[in-house]
């Protein structure tokens, strides 16, 4: 495999999920994103204003670093790096375990691939 060909990430195995509380938080799920780490973002208790302020912040390091960010559930992210392809059954599940925490759907999710 070259530089070039997408690695599959297991998601159920490797992606771990952080809830920052602050802006100080978000330097790991951008650590994470650097290093080749897909990330689930949990920013329910976080409150709009953090949500928001991380979006801008992970919008610009996904965008530099080539990868991706995708809305799993209201207020649930996941931060995908450039190179990595999760499995589309592994995205539903991550879905599905966390709406199953009593989320409700987000609306216009769609799975990405790198």
Do not use: C, W
């Not at 952080?18 to 689930?40: C, H, K």
């Not at 992970?58 to 207020?75: D, K, T």
């Not at 995908?80 to 995205?91: C, H, S």
């Not at 375990?97 to 999710?109: C, K, V």
């Amino acid at each position: 495999m070259d530089a070039t060909t997408p690695r599959k990430a297991r998601a159920r195995a490797t992606v771990p999920i952080v809830a920052p509380t602050n802006y100080n938080d978000f330097s790991q799920p951008v650590d994470r994103l650097r290093d080749g780490i897909p990330m689930l973002v949990d920013l329910e208790h976080g409150g709009e204003t953090l949500e928001r302020r991380f979006l801008d912040f992970a919008a610009g390091a996904v965008y530099a670093l080539a990868g991706h960010i995708e809305r799993i559930a209201p207020h649930a992210y996941l931060v995908v790096p450039a190179g990595v392809e999760l499995p589309a059954e592994d995205v539903h599940h991550l879905r599905e375990t966390y709406l199953g925490r009593g989320h409700s759907t987000a609306p216009g999710i769609s799975v990405r691939r790198s």
